[in-house]
């Protein structure tokens, strides 16, 4: 089975930057995107940022310019950079991968536990 482990939350001042890891192990043949994903209370579940096996990236235009995407392969990790934060960063972050168990079988999304980041004013 496939397990997704984030790290790197927390309490931080605006303006200020934290990291997130997110690390998968368990059996994986490959994994084509590695992203995060954000939700505030009360709010919807929204894209923060994805990259792909190419290494092309995409980010919701509220973070462009702060945050920063990036993946390690060999180490089955994604990593979310976050600069310049404000208090609408404030939310649960949670770490997804598109990946297949085996060659054949089709890929599915996994999900992190979810990390808790505040940015306060």
């Known amino acids: 089975q496939v397990h997704l482990v984030e790290s790197g939350g927390g309490l931080v001042q605006a303006g200020g930057s934290l990291r997130l890891s997110c690390a998968a192990s368990g059996s994986i043949f490959s994994i084509a995107v590695m992203g995060w994903y954000r939700q505030a209370p009360g709010k919807q579940r929204e894209l923060v940022a994805h990259?792909?096996?190419?290494?092309?990236?995409n980010y919701a235009d509220s973070v462009k310019g702060r945050f920063t995407i990036s993946r390690d392969n060999a180490k089955n990790t994604v990593y979310l950079q976050m600069n310049s934060l404000k208090p609408e960063d404030t939310a649960v972050y949670y770490c997804n991968m598109m990946l297949k168990i085996y060659s054949s079988s089709p890929p599915a999304a996994y999900w992190g536990q979810g990390t808790q980041v505040t940015v306060s004013s």
């Open positions: 990259i792909i096996s190419g290494g092309k990236t």
